[in-house]
Protein backbone atom coordinates (compact mmCIF):
# COMPACT_ATOMS: atom_id res chain seq x y z
CA UNK A 1 0.00 0.00 0.00
CA UNK A 2 1.14 3.70 -0.90
CA UNK A 3 2.90 5.47 1.96
CA UNK A 4 0.44 8.60 0.49
CA UNK A 5 -2.25 6.93 2.47
CA UNK A 6 -0.73 7.74 6.23
CA UNK A 7 -1.32 11.77 4.78
CA UNK A 8 -5.19 10.86 4.70
CA UNK A 9 -5.06 8.34 8.29
CA UNK A 10 -5.71 10.75 10.98
CA UNK A 11 -8.15 13.05 9.29
CA UNK A 12 -8.10 15.61 6.60
CA UNK A 13 -4.93 15.79 5.57
CA UNK A 14 -2.86 19.32 4.31
CA UNK A 15 -0.81 19.28 1.61
CA UNK A 16 1.89 21.66 1.00
CA UNK A 17 3.28 22.44 -2.34
CA UNK A 18 7.03 24.02 -2.27
CA UNK A 19 9.15 24.27 -5.16
CA UNK A 20 12.32 23.28 -4.94
CA UNK A 21 15.67 25.87 -5.30
CA UNK A 22 13.59 28.77 -4.76
CA UNK A 23 15.75 31.15 -3.64
CA UNK A 24 18.15 28.21 -2.72
CA UNK A 25 18.03 24.22 -1.82
CA UNK A 26 19.13 25.19 1.61
CA UNK A 27 15.91 27.16 1.94
CA UNK A 28 13.34 24.80 0.54
CA UNK A 29 15.03 21.93 2.96
CA UNK A 30 14.08 24.87 5.90
CA UNK A 31 11.15 25.26 4.63
CA UNK A 32 9.50 21.99 4.21
CA UNK A 33 10.42 20.71 7.52
CA UNK A 34 8.40 24.04 9.06
CA UNK A 35 5.95 23.01 7.01
CA UNK A 36 6.20 19.72 8.23
CA UNK A 37 6.13 21.23 11.71
CA UNK A 38 3.54 23.69 11.37
CA UNK A 39 1.11 19.73 10.50
CA UNK A 40 1.46 19.35 7.09
CA UNK A 41 0.22 16.23 6.35
CA UNK A 42 2.22 15.81 2.86
CA UNK A 43 4.65 17.14 0.93
CA UNK A 44 4.47 17.95 -2.47
CA UNK A 45 7.82 19.06 -4.61
CA UNK A 46 8.01 20.81 -7.39
CA UNK A 47 10.76 20.10 -9.65
CA UNK A 48 11.25 23.14 -12.14
CA UNK A 49 10.90 23.36 -15.50
CA UNK A 50 11.14 26.38 -18.07
CA UNK A 51 7.38 26.37 -19.03
CA UNK A 52 5.61 25.34 -16.82
CA UNK A 53 1.76 25.24 -18.23
CA UNK A 54 -0.58 24.95 -15.61
CA UNK A 55 1.47 27.11 -13.34
CA UNK A 56 0.24 30.98 -12.37
CA UNK A 57 2.60 33.46 -12.00
CA UNK A 58 3.42 33.08 -8.57
CA UNK A 59 4.49 29.60 -8.92
CA UNK A 60 6.07 30.22 -12.47
CA UNK A 61 8.30 33.49 -10.71
CA UNK A 62 9.58 30.89 -8.20
CA UNK A 63 10.41 28.23 -11.28
CA UNK A 64 12.20 30.78 -12.86
CA UNK A 65 13.88 32.05 -9.62
CA UNK A 66 14.91 28.06 -8.92
CA UNK A 67 16.26 27.87 -12.38
CA UNK A 68 18.50 31.02 -12.59
CA UNK A 69 20.06 29.71 -9.22
CA UNK A 70 21.31 26.29 -10.90
CA UNK A 71 19.33 24.08 -9.55
CA UNK A 72 19.05 20.79 -11.96
CA UNK A 73 17.14 17.07 -11.18
CA UNK A 74 20.23 15.35 -9.94
CA UNK A 75 20.48 18.03 -7.28
CA UNK A 76 16.89 18.31 -6.49
CA UNK A 77 17.61 14.09 -5.80
CA UNK A 78 20.30 14.58 -4.18
CA UNK A 79 18.52 17.45 -1.47
CA UNK A 80 15.76 15.01 -1.09
CA UNK A 81 17.86 11.72 0.14
CA UNK A 82 19.11 14.11 2.94
CA UNK A 83 15.90 15.39 3.77
CA UNK A 84 14.30 11.82 3.97
CA UNK A 85 16.61 11.47 6.84
CA UNK A 86 14.45 13.25 9.04
CA UNK A 87 11.34 14.20 7.23
CA UNK A 88 9.70 11.06 6.84
CA UNK A 89 5.53 12.84 6.08
CA UNK A 90 4.79 11.41 2.84
CA UNK A 91 6.57 13.04 -0.42
CA UNK A 92 5.53 13.54 -3.60
CA UNK A 93 7.19 15.71 -6.67
CA UNK A 94 5.15 17.61 -9.28
CA UNK A 95 7.28 18.05 -12.16
CA UNK A 96 6.49 18.45 -16.25
CA UNK A 97 6.71 15.20 -18.74
CA UNK A 98 10.02 17.05 -20.78
CA UNK A 99 11.74 16.95 -17.00
CA UNK A 100 11.36 13.21 -17.19
CA UNK A 101 11.61 12.33 -20.70
CA UNK A 102 14.97 14.41 -20.76
CA UNK A 103 16.51 12.35 -17.47
CA UNK A 104 15.09 9.27 -18.94
CA UNK A 105 11.86 8.06 -17.74
CA UNK A 106 12.98 4.92 -16.02
CA UNK A 107 16.32 6.12 -14.71
CA UNK A 108 14.42 9.24 -13.06
CA UNK A 109 11.46 7.26 -11.59
CA UNK A 110 13.72 4.16 -10.53
CA UNK A 111 15.69 6.94 -8.52
CA UNK A 112 12.47 8.56 -7.00
CA UNK A 113 12.07 5.27 -5.30
CA UNK A 114 15.38 5.36 -3.88
CA UNK A 115 15.21 8.49 -2.88
CA UNK A 116 11.75 7.99 -0.79
CA UNK A 117 9.59 9.81 -3.44
CA UNK A 118 6.03 8.06 -2.80
CA UNK A 119 4.45 9.60 -5.99
CA UNK A 120 4.73 11.21 -9.36
CA UNK A 121 2.04 14.18 -10.37
CA UNK A 122 2.59 15.19 -14.29
CA UNK A 123 -0.13 18.34 -15.10
CA UNK A 124 0.73 18.20 -18.44
CA UNK A 125 0.23 14.43 -19.34
CA UNK A 126 -3.24 13.42 -19.93
CA UNK A 127 -4.95 10.66 -18.55
CA UNK A 128 -5.57 9.02 -22.02
CA UNK A 129 -0.90 9.05 -22.18
CA UNK A 130 -0.33 7.85 -18.53
CA UNK A 131 0.31 4.89 -20.63
CA UNK A 132 3.87 6.46 -21.24
CA UNK A 133 4.69 5.98 -18.00
CA UNK A 134 2.55 3.95 -16.04
CA UNK A 135 4.02 0.64 -16.38
CA UNK A 136 7.12 2.33 -14.97
CA UNK A 137 5.69 3.84 -11.67
CA UNK A 138 3.74 0.41 -11.32
CA UNK A 139 7.39 -1.50 -11.42
CA UNK A 140 8.98 0.91 -8.75
CA UNK A 141 5.70 1.43 -6.74
CA UNK A 142 5.92 5.15 -7.37
CA UNK A 143 2.14 6.37 -7.40
CA UNK A 144 1.30 8.25 -10.87
CA UNK A 145 -1.43 10.69 -9.60
CA UNK A 146 -4.29 11.64 -11.62
CA UNK A 147 -5.61 15.22 -11.87
CA UNK A 148 -9.73 16.00 -12.47
CA UNK A 149 -10.35 19.02 -13.66
CA UNK A 150 -14.20 20.70 -13.30
CA UNK A 151 -13.93 19.89 -17.38
CA UNK A 152 -13.23 15.85 -16.99
CA UNK A 153 -17.15 15.57 -16.37
CA UNK A 154 -17.74 12.43 -18.20
CA UNK A 155 -14.18 11.23 -17.80
CA UNK A 156 -14.41 11.40 -13.54
CA UNK A 157 -15.15 7.96 -13.32
CA UNK A 158 -12.72 6.25 -15.56
CA UNK A 159 -9.91 8.37 -14.11
CA UNK A 160 -11.33 7.34 -10.44
CA UNK A 161 -11.52 3.96 -11.41
CA UNK A 162 -7.58 3.53 -12.19
CA UNK A 163 -6.13 6.34 -9.37
CA UNK A 164 -3.15 6.10 -7.32
CA UNK A 165 -1.99 7.57 -4.06
CA UNK A 166 -4.44 10.75 -3.88
CA UNK A 167 -6.90 12.20 -6.63
CA UNK A 168 -5.53 15.68 -7.48
CA UNK A 169 -8.89 17.90 -8.04
CA UNK A 170 -8.47 21.44 -9.73
CA UNK A 171 -10.67 23.55 -8.16
CA UNK A 172 -11.27 25.56 -10.91
CA UNK A 173 -9.94 26.75 -14.68
CA UNK A 174 -7.16 28.05 -15.48
CA UNK A 175 -4.06 27.93 -14.10
CA UNK A 176 -2.79 27.89 -9.97
CA UNK A 177 -2.69 30.94 -7.84
CA UNK A 178 -5.10 32.14 -5.51
CA UNK A 179 -8.11 33.18 -5.86
CA UNK A 180 -10.74 35.07 -3.85
CA UNK A 181 -13.48 32.58 -3.89
CA UNK A 182 -13.74 29.24 -5.87
CA UNK A 183 -16.99 28.81 -7.34
CA UNK A 184 -17.00 25.43 -9.29
CA UNK A 185 -19.71 22.92 -8.02
CA UNK A 186 -17.33 20.73 -6.52
CA UNK A 187 -19.14 18.46 -4.69
CA UNK A 188 -20.59 16.31 -7.28
CA UNK A 189 -17.04 15.69 -8.78
CA UNK A 190 -15.79 14.39 -5.57
CA UNK A 191 -19.21 12.48 -5.03
CA UNK A 192 -18.31 10.71 -8.68
CA UNK A 193 -14.73 9.85 -7.72
CA UNK A 194 -16.21 8.39 -4.23
CA UNK A 195 -18.59 6.61 -5.93
CA UNK A 196 -15.45 4.67 -8.45
CA UNK A 197 -12.34 4.39 -6.04
CA UNK A 198 -11.41 4.62 -1.68
CA UNK A 199 -8.41 6.60 -3.47
CA UNK A 200 -8.29 9.58 -1.47
CA UNK A 201 -9.05 13.15 -3.10
CA UNK A 202 -7.69 16.36 -2.49
CA UNK A 203 -8.66 19.67 -3.68
CA UNK A 204 -5.63 22.34 -4.93
CA UNK A 205 -5.30 25.39 -7.28
CA UNK A 206 -6.78 28.64 -5.53
CA UNK A 207 -6.77 27.66 -2.26
CA UNK A 208 -5.02 30.49 0.59
CA UNK A 209 -7.19 31.43 3.58
CA UNK A 210 -7.99 28.95 6.41
CA UNK A 211 -11.98 29.35 5.53
CA UNK A 212 -11.31 28.18 1.40
CA UNK A 213 -9.08 25.27 3.20
CA UNK A 214 -11.93 24.26 5.17
CA UNK A 215 -14.60 24.65 3.30
CA UNK A 216 -12.86 22.33 0.57
CA UNK A 217 -11.83 19.83 3.10
CA UNK A 218 -15.13 19.68 4.66
CA UNK A 219 -16.41 18.22 1.02
CA UNK A 220 -12.78 16.18 0.13
CA UNK A 221 -9.96 14.64 1.57
CA UNK A 222 -7.82 17.33 2.50
CA UNK A 223 -6.91 20.80 0.59
CA UNK A 224 -3.47 21.72 -1.44
CA UNK A 225 -1.72 24.80 -1.40
CA UNK A 226 1.05 26.17 -3.28
CA UNK A 227 0.68 30.03 -4.50
CA UNK A 228 -0.17 31.39 -1.26
CA UNK A 229 3.34 29.64 0.39
CA UNK A 230 5.30 30.68 -2.71
CA UNK A 231 4.27 34.11 -1.92
CA UNK A 232 5.78 33.99 1.71
CA UNK A 233 8.79 32.45 0.02
CA UNK A 234 9.21 35.63 -2.63
CA UNK A 235 8.76 38.21 0.12
CA UNK A 236 10.84 36.47 2.88
CA UNK A 237 13.37 34.62 0.81
CA UNK A 238 15.57 32.86 2.93
CA UNK A 239 13.91 34.00 6.24
CA UNK A 240 10.59 32.32 4.99
CA UNK A 241 10.15 29.30 7.87
CA UNK A 242 9.31 30.57 10.48
CA UNK A 243 6.47 32.42 8.49
CA UNK A 244 6.00 29.09 6.86
CA UNK A 245 4.92 26.99 9.96
CA UNK A 246 2.86 29.90 11.33
CA UNK A 247 0.72 29.84 7.99
CA UNK A 248 0.77 26.08 7.86
CA UNK A 249 -0.21 25.43 11.35
CA UNK A 250 -3.20 28.52 10.76
CA UNK A 251 -4.21 25.88 7.56
CA UNK A 252 -4.23 22.91 9.22
CA UNK A 253 -6.17 24.13 12.17
CA UNK A 254 -8.61 25.26 9.66
CA UNK A 255 -9.25 21.17 8.82
CA UNK A 256 -8.49 19.59 12.15
CA UNK A 257 -11.59 19.16 13.17
CA UNK A 258 -13.76 18.27 10.32
Given at each position: ?169 VSSLGVTGTRSEITTD ?73
Amino acid sequence: MSNIYKAFENGKAFIAFITCGDPDLETTGSVVRAAVRGGADLIELGIPFSDPTAEGPVIQGANLRALKGGITTDKIFDFVRELRHDVKVPMVFMTYANVVFSYGAERFISTCRDIGIDGLILPDIPFEEKEEFQPICSKYGVSLMSLIAPTSEHRVAMIAKEAEGFVYIVSSLGVTGTRSEITTDLSSIVKMIKDNTDVPCAIGFGISTPEQARRMAAISDGAIVGSAIIKILEKHGKESAPMVREYVKSMKDAIRDL
